[in-house]
Nanobody
């Protein structure tokens, strides 16, 4: 099972938008796996910011709710994070991760993609 692979990060000005992508393929039973997005900001611990289960139900951290949207395309085996109204404090390394849906612990992690938001 290959780890998730993120892409789509980069520099952006405050108020702008980015969409991060995550290749989420290679699972023997893909419906059994759920995905989330995490980020680690400079000086902070890694935090979970979004999660989507196999019923397409989503959860968000307070810091991104209303601005970020997680989606999953089961046909393309892709997970996306649409980020709107970006703020300098959103600057972080963003990670895609997978877990078995019946469990809460994430077991597969990507290498991350950097998002840098300038004022």
């Amino acid at each position: 099972q290959a780890p998730p692979v993120e892409s789509g990060g980069g520099p952006v000005q405050a108020g702008g938008s980015l969409t991060l992508s995550c290749v989420a393929s290679g699972y023997p039973t893909k419906w059994a796996y759920c995905h989330g997005w995490f980020r680690q900001r400079p000086g902070y611990e890694r935090e979970e910011i979004a999660d989507i289960n196999n019923a397409q139900q989503t959860k968000y951290s307070d810091s991104v709710r209303g601005r970020f949207t997680i989606t999953k395309d089961y046909v393309k085996d892709m997970v996306y994070l649409r980020m709107n109204d970006l703020k300098p404090e959103d600057t972080a390394m963003y990670y895609c991760a997978a877990r078995r849906c019946r469990e809460s612990t994430y077991i597969r992690w990507g290498q991350g993609t950097q998002v840098t938001v300038s004022p």
